[in-house]
């Protein structure tokens, strides 16, 4: 049996293909002062259900994007290593964090495995590997279980429902924070929570579309 996300409590979403999903989670130390619930989900079915084509699908902005990650590394001093192909294929960790509920620590012990160490999770030994330091050593068969599948299923659909469309995403009084640039802004949002009712904030909220083939 699956279990709903609790839409009350302050949320974070993630996928461990994400680079800047890493970057974000290693300033931890900034975010608000909250019990964020962190929430797997699965980046591609997001992109599938809101029609959005990956930004790696894209040459010249998979090169970019590359690029932004480690100077945003750089620039923040945080450390950082590609794995050796990408995308990868993230479920087996995704589904590995679903099973053990992760919390904080565990999820950033998989993802500084990733993009600390540039290991590649789906290959057999180094998922092993990865089981074994985070402390499921039994973890190469708890991922082929149907139930954890079904709750990393339930993640994302429940993650769609609330409007989340990529990683990573803080959801707190019911506002959706997206991408690792966005921090300041959740920071200040945490303080001044009145500032998305404020005119300007409600108007631009709702602005109409000027062409008539956009669907909003």
Same mark, same amino acid.
């Given at each position: ?6 839409? !009350? =409590?302050?949320? #974070?979403?993630?996928? &461990?293909?994400?680079?800047?999903? @890493? ?10 002062? &909250? ?14 259900? #809101?029609?959005? !084509? ?7 902005? !998979?090169?970019?994007? @590359?690029?932004?990650? +480690?100077? $945003? ?6 450390? @950082? ?26 999820? $950033? ?5 990733? #993009? /600390?160490?540039? $290991? ?28 954890? +599948? ?20 803080? @959801?707190? %009084?019911? =506002? ?10 959740? +920071?200040?949002?945490? /303080?001044?929570? %009145? ?7 409600? /108007? ?13």
């Amino acid at each position: 049996m699956t279990v709903g996300i609790d839409a !009350r =409590q302050p949320l #974070w979403f993630y996928d &461990f293909v994400s680079p800047f999903t @890493y970057l974000l989670l290693e300033q931890h130390d900034k975010w608000p002062g &909250f019990d964020f619930v962190f929430t797997p989900v699965v980046l591609n079915d997001l992109y599938r259900h #809101w029609g959005q !084509r990956p930004a790696y699908g894209v040459p010249s902005k !998979r090169t970019f994007l @590359y690029r932004h990650a +480690l100077f $945003r590394a750089e620039q923040l001093g945080i450390p @950082y290593k590609m794995p050796p192909a990408h995308p990868f294929d993230s479920m087996k960790p995704l589904l590995l964090a679903t099973a053990a509920n992760g919390d904080v620590q565990f999820v $950033r012990e998989i993802f500084r495995f990733i #993009w /600390r160490e540039g $290991r590649d999770p789906s290959t057999e030994a180094a998922f092993a590997e990865l089981c074994d330091r985070v402390g499921m050593p039994d973890g190469p068969e708890i991922v082929k279980s149907a139930a954890v +599948l079904e709750q990393l299923q339930r993640n994302t659909a429940d993650a769609i429902g609330l409007g989340v469309y990529g990683v990573p995403t803080f @959801y707190l %009084n019911d =506002q959706l924070f997206w991408g690792e640039d966005a921090l300041p802004m959740v +920071l200040y949002c945490a /303080r001044t929570p %009145n500032w998305l009712e404020s005119r300007e904030v409600k /108007r631009i909220s709702s602005l109409p579309s000027g062409l008539a083939n956009i669907q909003t």
